[in-house]
């Protein structure tokens, strides 16, 4: 199964729900999730990520994850939370990881959801601020 | 704090310019994704408040879409009917959910919502990530900590009344304030 592992890219929507752009890049462990999260169907979008992921850490290959979200809403945040609580295992496991979290600037309540995010998972997370 | 009813009666008394959003009827995924594309460009020229509107509008309207008790069939679709007002006076914008619920639910609502006015600013940040990590309840089509969030982008007390039309429904209805910030204007 692991050997399969395709690279998974999921194209930014917003149309009716806000999907964020998804590139998992299987060769690289280079993952990002960009944009606004809001969706449908929450829990099976992020069931799909915390999936890859986990497929991913199989190959014992180190892992950089950079979140960009500019907005998600509280559901999503418990699937942001998941893919952080598996990261730390994956870490607790041995596995190299490294997490960015860019947020905007002048938003002081992402910045806040970064700091908690990080209490809760106790996974560090380097904070990038852009403008 | 208004009530949720003073602003239904402020919209009919007051110029329609302190009026940003005002939606009644059937609300469905397609419609609430206007009203919040409306919200955006409305405020765009208030980048930081137009960010605390929207999360407050996407958390309220989602509970109008899940837990409304009045609904209306229309061929194959079943929506759920709510209010959302976004109206606005000098110093603040003021946004007011309101939707029919089962009497059964109101205990359970006027407790969280009692438990969240007490917590201040860190005290509420806590009792959001205690509530996160815990296993969702069969009712909850979210993470459940709606009401939290909103209470900390607002910064003020929820104000949240009751009009009970029988014993098995009322009118449920939320209101909560966003402080303007005048460098923004």
Redesign the interface.
Known sequence: MTESLESLNIEGKSGTFFVPSVSFDVNTGDCRLEGESYLENTWEFYDKLTNWLKQYTEKKQAITFSFKLTYFNTSSSKGILDILFLLKDYELAGGEVNVKWHYPEDDEDNLAEAEDFIADSELDMELISYT | MHTAFDLQEQINQTATDKVVIAYKGPLT??IM?ELSRHIRMKLAHE??IC??I??IF??LA?NILFYSAEKVNFGYRNDRIGTLLVIQDDNYYYFMSSNKIENIYTHELLHNCKVINALDKEGL?RY??EQ??RP?KDRS???G??LI?VA??SGYPLQMDFYEFDEDFSLYSLCVKVKKNKSEK
């Open positions: 995924d397609v994704a980048p930081k960010r605390k929207f999360a996407i958390e989602q940040r959001k990530r996160r990590s969702s089509k979210g993470a900590i709606g969030q900390m982008i």
